[in-house]
């Protein structure tokens, strides 16, 4: 009997967290922090023990987005060495890079000074114990990625993109660089975010205004999951700047949405 062969385990794994999920797009500004924030306090609200790690070099939004901005972690005690805790809010524990840098300062991280920042969150951190960490990952395949996926075994990963080809096109080069056989990370599957919009005054009517079904046809070509879509909602980005995500609207259509992708993802 052939046993299927397993793929090779990289970086070292964190006691007591159990699985990890990188949130990843190609191109910026999709809604991937969106995305991973919902996901995270969907989880959360399904009774798992969450974290959070926002690795977005290049923007790191999820203070704001999980309100917790200007907060700072606090040093801890554990076994006699000083860790960092994370900062929890709706049931979340999260470090962010934002953590690191002075409000409305534009910090250019150096790859190594970024790398080593985010090693420091990884293993230099209180975590506890975790169902699920998700790592929100900077737009694109560069350095940062390389050295996440190389100092962690990553259990699976979300390409996130709307159905625009520019999106499309830079989505692919996600999923090729997960698959890559040096990476070999499993591609759970590929979100369409901003999938279409829904005027209140005419409910019935869905304007695919980045295109239709682009990313579900890429997962298709790419036979690859396609774990669900989100529409483009006003409320979602009201959400996320006032730093509650959409999710937690109970009884609403998103939080059913983002429950039914959710589920898609674990
Ligand atoms: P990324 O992490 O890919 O750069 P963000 O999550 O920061 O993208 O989202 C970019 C912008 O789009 C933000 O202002 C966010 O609030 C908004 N946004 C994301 N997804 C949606 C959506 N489904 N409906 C409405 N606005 C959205």
Do not use: C
């Amino acid at each position: 009997v052939e046993t299927p062969e397993k793929p090779e385990i990289k970086g070292k794994a964190i006691p007591g967290i159990k699985n990890i999920i990188a949130v990843a797009s190609g191109k910026g500004g999709v809604g991937k922090s969106t995305i991973t924030a919902n996901l995270a306090v969907t989880l959360a609200k399904m009774g798992f023990k969450v974290g959070l790690l926002d690795a977005d070099i290049y923007g790191p939004s999820m203070p704001i987005m999980l309100d917790v901005d200007g907060h700072r972690p606090l040093a801890v005690n554990v076994d006699g060495k000083s860790k960092m805790k994370p900062v929890e809010n709706y049931g979340v524990k999260m470090l962010s890079i934002g953590f690191f840098t002075q409000p409305d300062q534009a910090v250019i991280w150096r790859g190594p000074m970024a790398s080593k920042a985010l090693n420091q969150m990884i293993f230099d951190a209180d975590w506890g114990e975790l169902d699920f960490m998700l790592i929100d990952l900077p737009p694109g395949t560069g350095d940062i990625h390389l050295s996440i996926m190389q100092a962690l075994p990553i259990t699976g990963s979300v390409v996130v993109s709307t159905p625009q080809n520019i999106a499309l096109a830079d989505a692919k080069k996600g999923v090729a660089m997960f698959q890559q056989e040096s990476i070999n990370v499993p591609v759970l599957g590929i979100v369409e975010n901003m999938a279409y919009f829904t005027p209140e005054e005419l409910p019935d009517n869905k304007y695919y205004i980045f295109g239709k079904e682009g990313a579900r046809s890429l997962a298709d070509d790419l036979k690859v999951p396609f774990l669900g879509e989100i529409p483009i909602v006003q409320s979602i980005r009201e959400a996320g700047d006032y730093g509650r995500p959409a999710a937690l609207q109970t009884a609403t259509p998103l939080e059913e949405a983002f429950e039914d992708l959710t589920r898609n993802v674990v």
